[in-house]
T-cell receptor, first 116, second 111 residues
């Protein structure tokens, strides 16, 4: 079944640790995104990728980095976690159809990160 | 002016009523419009997409697009308590691949 996966679902970690949030999709989509969302607040785009070896920063400045070595995989890394990084991180993917009229994004279940 | 604007609510409607959610956008060249439903603590779920002026119906949901007035709306007929969630409007501007999300409208359906 085509889907988008995120691991871990919950992570509690101490300040200064390096963490990687995993995102994989089996939907065959070329575009992938990372969003950050605090409880009850709006979505903020922090990274996106339109294909392998293509990554861009989003609208919200983030200390995280991403990579896109394989089409289906888009991990997000924090080199040194801080309490200000505590948030929900949502991964999404979308396809593009000739003409670019569509960009339906499908979201993974999210990773809730708490940095102590 | 924000690119995508929604009333944060909460919008309270009785069970069985029609819920009307509205969204305005600033870029007249926007081409694609989406409605997502997000339950508390969960990720957004795509419920409707609309690309041309007029109405698009899917079950109890109807999306309405008026490009001249730059608004898109979502109607939910026969509202159920399970419809209680935050509804996010998202817009793709012309010439851009990214989608901009509104802040969402919280809907409460009262039994």
């Amino acid at each position: 079944e085509a889907d988008i996966y995120q691991t871990p679902r919950y992570l509690v970690i101490g300040t200064g640790k390096k963490i990687t949030l995993e995102c994989s999709q089996t939907m065959g989509h070329d575009k992938m995104y990372w969003y950050q969302q605090d409880p009850g607040m709006e979505l903020h785009l922090i990274h996106y990728s339109y294909g392998v070896n293509s990554t861009e920063k989003g609208d919200l400045s983030s200390e995280s980095t991403v990579s896109r070595i394989r089409t289906e995989h888009f991990p997000l890394t924090l080199e040194s976690a801080r309490p200000s990084h505590t948030s929900q991180y949502l991964c999404a993917s979308s396809d593009s159809i000739a003409g670019g009229s569509y960009n339906e994004q499908f979201f993974g279940p999210g990773t809730r990160l708490t940095v102590l | 002016q924000k690119e995508v604007e929604q009333n944060s609510g909460p919008l309270s409607v009785p069970e069985g009523a029609i819920a009307s959610l509205n969204c305005t956008y600033s870029d007249r060249g926007s081409q694609s419009f989406f409605w997502y439903r997000q339950y508390s603590g969960k990720s957004p779920e795509l419920i409707m997409s609309i690309y041309s002026n007029g109405d698009k119906e899917d079950g109890r949901f109807t999306a309405q697009l008026n490009k001249a007035s730059q608004y898109v709306s979502l109607l939910i007929r026969d509202s159920q308590p399970s419809d209680s969630a935050t509804y996010l409007c998202a817009v793709r501007r012309g010439g851009y691949q990214k989608v901009t999300f509104g802040t969402g409208t919280k809907l409460q359906v009262i039994p």
